[in-house]
């Protein structure tokens, strides 16, 4: 077995926690991580990972921000309330000085419950990759305190951060010239876990994300798919307690993607942990995710369940439907209106237009001028995307 440096990275494996003077710096933007430019792209940064071990699960979040949707918690919790698994209280961080300063993250208050499967959104720039940054930590806060499991980062950073652990955009937590199995010995490892202790736990992985024919098979000779799973596989290893996926989805084909989000769910479920997720497709967030928080300009301006949100959000348009919808009418609507789908049928159309305010009664005038009579018409209730945009776009002072 070809054995990977362990000073590259965190060093020991992430026990160390914030030792790092340069975990004080952090990066002068909020920018996802790069790709890297290596041979092997996913040595470079392999082993920026801790691991700890499990309890028991439940379901929710709960935030203090500038809008909130309530809190809803799932599962039996008795008399005794069982801990948080992440507990983010007045988290400010600021990059550079005096007017060239830009605050990355501005009094971010955030609980998240053991067991929950919580969606990060946000545009680049919006403060969720430092604040993840903050919880993972590689970035120390310069205001407010963070806890992982109970444990306050500050006070005890190697037993904090023994129960925390992430897979990387791209598969980069790993190293590709070892073999899935050894990527997963390493990184339990490095956790402080003995690798014959977790055998069963890694046999059980690799049969759950149909990795087991590949086990002996090096990373760098596996498809996109597989080297995503493996990056999972390699995130639980330890047996994490709380586990960060950026973009866990990014680059696979459908199926591959399909078959990721379920795999994650019920890894999820069957092992209690509890996982933020940071991703732009809001199919992969909907379809895994308990709760959902947007964040914009460092600040939290939104949390609920997808349906919470997608509830609290503005109709996206105006869907109509008539016999008279020609395919000439239908390129005349075109040009003056925003039309976003078009279903033919056996007679005329079905169109939805991004429409609202005065333009829908510039579309009635139109219509009726052309002799269009509508056999149906209603509103086009938003998704996810469209809440993300309402929502950033009233925290950035450009919402109607």
């Given at each position: 077995m070809e054995t990977p440096d362990a000073n590259r990275g965190t060093g020991d494996g992430r026990s160390s926690g914030l030792s790092s003077e340069a975990a004080t710096r952090g990066s002068a933007t909020d920018e996802e991580p790069k790709s890297s430019q290596s041979e092997n792209p996913g040595e470079e940064e392999a082993g920026e990972r801790s691991t700890g071990g499990t309890t028991g699960r439940s379901s929710g979040v709960h935030v203090g921000g500038e809008t909130t949707l309530g809190t809803i918690e799932t599962g039996p919790r008795g008399d005794q309330q069982e801990p948080l698994a992440v507990e983010v209280e007045g988290v400010t961080k600021q990059f550079g000085d005096g007017e060239d300063s830009v605050t990355a993250v501005d009094g971010v208050s955030l609980e998240v419950s053991q067991g929950a499967i919580?969606?990060?959104?946000?545009?680049?720039?919006?403060?969720?990759?430092?604040?993840i940054k903050s919880v993972l930590g590689t970035v120390l806060p310069d205001e407010?305190?963070?806890?992982?499991?109970?444990?306050d980062v500050r006070d005890d950073p190697?037993?904090?951060?023994?129960?925390?652990?992430?897979?990387?955009?791209?598969?980069?937590?790993?190293?590709?010239?070892?073999?899935?199995?050894?990527?997963?010995?390493?990184?339990?490892?490095?956790?402080?876990?003995?690798?014959?202790?977790?055998?069963?736990?890694?046999?059980?992985?690799?049969?759950?994300?149909?990795?087991?024919?590949?086990?002996?098979?090096?990373?760098?000779?596996?498809?996109?798919?597989?080297?995503q799973k493996v990056s999972l596989a390699s995130?639980?290893?330890?047996?994490?307690?709380?586990?960060?996926?950026?973009?866990?989805?990014?680059?696979?084909?459908?199926?591959?993607?399909?078959?990721l989000q379920t795999e994650l769910r019920r890894l999820a479920e069957e092992q209690n942990i509890t996982v933020l997720l940071s991703s732009h497709d809001m199919d992969v967030v909907e379809t895994v995710c308990d709760r959902v928080v947007i964040m914009s300009e460092g600040q939290i301006v939104a949390d609920g369940t997808v349906e919470q949100l997608l509830e609290s959000g503005e109709p996206s348009g105006i869907r109509v439907a008539s016999p008279d919808l020609s395919?000439?009418?239908?390129?005349?609507?075109?040009?003056?209106?925003?039309?976003?789908?078009?279903?033919?049928?056996?007679?005329?159309?079905?169109?939805?237009?991004?429409?609202?305010?005065?333009?829908?009664?510039?579309?009635?005038?139109?219509?009726?001028?052309?002799?269009?009579?509508?056999?149906?018409?209603?509103?086009?209730?938003?998704?996810?995307?469209?809440?993300?945009?309402?929502?950033?776009?009233i925290r950035r002072g450009t919402g109607q």
């Open positions: 919580v969606g990060l959104l946000g545009h680049n720039g919006a403060g969720k990759t430092t604040l407010g305190s963070i806890k992982v499991q109970g444990i190697r037993a904090a951060f023994a129960h925390v652990d992430a897979m990387l955009e791209g598969a980069r937590n790993d190293y590709w010239r070892l073999t899935v199995r050894e990527n997963l010995r390493y990184f339990a490892t490095i956790s402080g876990v003995r690798p014959d202790t977790v055998e069963e736990r890694h046999n059980r992985l690799l049969e759950q994300l149909e990795l087991a024919d590949e086990a002996d098979t090096a990373v760098r000779d596996l498809s996109r798919g597989m080297k995130a639980l290893a330890g047996g994490a307690d709380v586990v960060f996926l950026d973009e866990p989805t990014l680059g696979l084909d459908v199926e591959s993607s399909r078959v395919t000439s009418a239908v390129a005349t609507l075109r040009d003056r209106f925003d039309v976003t789908a078009v279903e033919s049928r056996p007679r005329g159309a079905s169109l939805e237009m991004a429409v609202g305010g005065e333009e829908i009664y510039e579309l009635f005038a139109s219509l009726r001028e052309a002799g269009i009579d509508l056999e149906q018409i209603d509103t086009v209730e938003p998704d996810l995307e469209d809440v993300l945009v309402e929502r950033t776009n």
